[in-house]
């Protein structure tokens, strides 16, 4: 079956405490993406790549970091949380670089007290 | 950089009756735009899509339509059911930037 898989789904956490939400596919696309949605404004990417190797920032990307070592993988990292970064976030993919079919994870809820 | 509006952010009709949400974007090099559909917890679905060089795409009961001089689309559903209440999000591909510019959403809710 086709998917995008993000780990974990929930995560609560504390200020400062470093995590990474993993996120992996399994339809040998070139395209990755994270986005965060907050209530009012929509969806916002934070980081895409483009193919191994390949990352660039989006518009929220400050923060965060992302790292892509093999196709399938693109995790996101937050070296030192805080509570704005309290969001719903999701990882997406699509086959090629054009944006079509983008096709999104289910998301990773992440709480930052 | 691209900008997209949505309109209405909330729409309430009743079930059998059309529904219309409306985008505009302000970047006329964009030239592709989906909709997604986001239901109560789960994650955007894309539901259709359309390229520029077309101007209305139908599949059952879902249309868009794509007005490029205007730099508006639009998603029509027609004969809604309660499962059509979702949040609906357009959105239009910045190739400059190489991401998806998304509208703010619209929740819409079908009434039985």
């Known amino acids: 079956e086709a998917q995008v898989t993000q780990n974990p789904r929930y995560l609560i956490t504390v200020t400062g405490k470093k995590l990474t939400v993993t996120c992996s596919q399994n339809?040998?696309?070139?395209?990755m993406s994270w986005y965060r949605q907050d209530p009012g404004l929509g969806l916002r990417q934070i980081y895409y790549?483009?193919?191994?190797?390949?990352?660039d920032k989006g518009d929220v990307p400050e923060g965060y970091k992302v790292s892509r070592k093999e196709k399938r993988n693109f995790p996101l990292i937050l070296e030192s949380p805080s509570p704005n970064q309290t969001s719903l976030y999701f990882c997406?993919?699509?086959?090629?670089?054009?944006?079509?079919?983008?096709?999104f994870g289910s998301g990773t809820q992440l709480s930052v007290l | 950089g691209e900008n997209v509006e949505q309109h209405p952010s909330t729409l309430s009709v009743q079930e059998g009756d059309s529904a219309v949400i409306k985008c505009t974007y302000s970047?006329?090099?964009?030239?592709?735009f989906p909709w997604y559909k986001q239901e109560l917890g789960k994650r955007p679905q894309l539901i259709i899509d359309?390229?520029?060089?077309?101007g209305e795409k139908k599949d059952q009961r879902i249309a868009v339509t794509l007005n490029k001089t205007a730099k508006h689309f639009s998603l029509h559903i027609t004969e809604t059911q309660p499962e059509d209440s979702a949040v609906y999000f357009c959105?239009?591909?910045?190739?400059?930037?190489?991401?998806?510019?998304f509208g703010s959403g619209t929740r819409l809710l079908v009434r039985p």
């Open positions: 997406a993919s699509s086959l090629g670089t054009g944006g079509e079919k983008l096709f």
């Open positions: 339809m040998n696309h070139e395209y």
């Open positions: 790549s483009m193919n191994v190797e390949v990352t």
């Open positions: 970047d006329s090099a964009s030239n592709y």
């Open positions: 359309i390229r520029s060089n077309v």
């Open positions: 959105a239009a591909w910045e190739d400059s930037s190489y991401k998806l510019i």
